[in-house]
């Protein structure tokens, strides 16, 4: 079996359509819209946004899958807890795709953009923990934080908890992923940075050129949620710098 | 479960009926005058073809605007990616890329 999958080998069912994240960003300023979604901009924001979540879930799944293949010379406690992230990571899809439902939208709505699985590809299990369990669930600290207030606001509890709930899991795959990274780097300081420096740029790119923000949930496109994120194990420095970072980004 | 019809999926179902039959004024009347087509030629590569049939696979939204994911049946099979907007009261279609 073929390891290190690239993102068109990703099996579909073809309603789900596939457009690079530079397509829908471009076709989205031709209408006057910013990259991202905003709750002010998009009155099916939050359809979008489960959607987005959704297959990026999907993603996580796969990439988590991936993970417990791709790496022949690992320990054996990483590959269990990369299939206990699988597990997670296909409940989360489960919950998703009936929050889809429930704000009246369905898989293959909106397109899947498949960023998320490319950042998920590094070919070291140190970097792939980096990225993947620091950058991208941070993300998703940041993101599922961010519907949960908004979700309140609107008076929507099944939004609220289910979100919540997903939310539980993420901080326990962001520690899991902080453990591993120090394991795995333990004697070589050089690939640990290598890791972290892979880590920061994922964090970048998905600042989004200023998207990402540490701001209001209903004036930014993605609000930096520094009581997660310090429940996850980021320490303040951390979330000081991608906060500095978010900041620094181009504006859009 | 489908997606709920909407009006666009009428525009796109003529557009591809179009395509089909080879209705080159048809075509032209579907589009905005400077349709964007992936490869460059596309529509003119499409027009030398002979499709008996078509499918539409998927429909993705983008803001106000719909991609739709057809496929075209015939001695060779093609998909594209066509993307429709409302101009002037009337679906058109902005770009159309070959994507398999």
Same mark, same amino acid.
């Given at each position: ?13 073809? $309603?789900?359509? $596939? ?31 489960? $959607?987005?979540? #959704? ?8 990439? %988590? ?13 990483? !590959? ?22 429930? !704000? ?16 998920? #590809?590094?070919?070291?299990? *140190?970097?792939? /923990? %980096?990225? !993947? ?6 993300? %998703? #600290?940041? /993101? ?18 289910? /979100?919540?709930? !997903? ?27 290598? *890791?972290?420096?892979?880590? $920061? ?9 200023? *998207? ?33 970072? *978010?900041?620094?980004?181009? %504006?859009? | 479960?489908? @997606?709920?019809? @909407? ?38 590569? @499409? ?46 279609? @902005? ?6």
């Amino acid at each position: 079996m073929q390891k290190f999958l690239r993102r068109e080998q990703l099996a579909r069912e073809e $309603h789900i359509m $596939h457009i690079a994240p530079k397509k829908v960003f471009e076709v989205r300023a031709e209408q006057g819209l910013p990259p991202m979604a905003l709750p002010h901009t998009d009155e099916d924001f939050m359809a979008g946004r489960m $959607h987005g979540i #959704c297959v990026g879930e999907i993603e996580a799944m796969e990439g %988590a899958g991936r993970t417990v293949f791709d790496f022949d010379d690992v320990p054996w406690e990483f !590959v269990m807890d990369m299939a206990r992230q699988v597990w997670d990571e296909s409940r989360h899809t489960e919950i998703y795709e009936r929050l889809l439902q429930h !704000v009246g939208s369905l898989l293959g709505e909106y397109p899947e953009t498949r960023i998320l699985w490319d950042c998920a #590809c590094a070919e070291d299990p *140190a970097a792939r /923990v %980096a990225g !993947v369990n620091r950058g991208l669930e941070g993300l %998703a #600290c940041d /993101v599922f934080a961010q519907l949960i207030n908004l979700a309140k606001k609107i008076g929507d509890p099944i939004i609220e908890r289910a /979100v919540d709930y !997903v939310l539980a899991d993420e901080i326990t795959h962001v520690r899991m992923g902080s453990n591993w990274l120090r394991k795995l780097t333990e004697d070589d300081p050089a690939r640990r940075q290598m *890791a972290l420096d892979f880590q $920061h740029h994922i964090d970048e790119l998905f600042n989004f050129g200023g *998207a990402r923000q540490a701001g209001p949930d209903d004036k930014v496109s993605i609000s930096i949620s520094r009581e997660y994120r310090q429940l996850a194990g980021f320490t303040d420095e951390e979330i000081d710098r991608l906060i500095k970072a *978010a900041s620094a980004s181009a %504006a859009y | 479960m489908k @997606l709920r019809p @909407l009006p666009v999926d009428a525009a796109a179902e003529a557009h591809a009926r179009h395509i089909v039959a080879g209705d080159t004024a048809a075509i032209a009347a579907d589009c905005v005058a400077e349709v964007k087509q992936a490869p460059e030629d596309l529509y003119r590569q @499409l027009g030398q073809a002979r499709f008996g049939h078509y499918h539409i696979l998927g429909r993705s939204r983008i803001g106000a605007q719909f991609v739709f994911r057809i496929r075209y049946f015939g001695p060779t099979v093609v998909t594209l990616h066509q993307r429709f907007a409302m101009l002037d009261g009337q679906w058109r279609v @902005l770009e159309s890329e070959r994507v398999s």
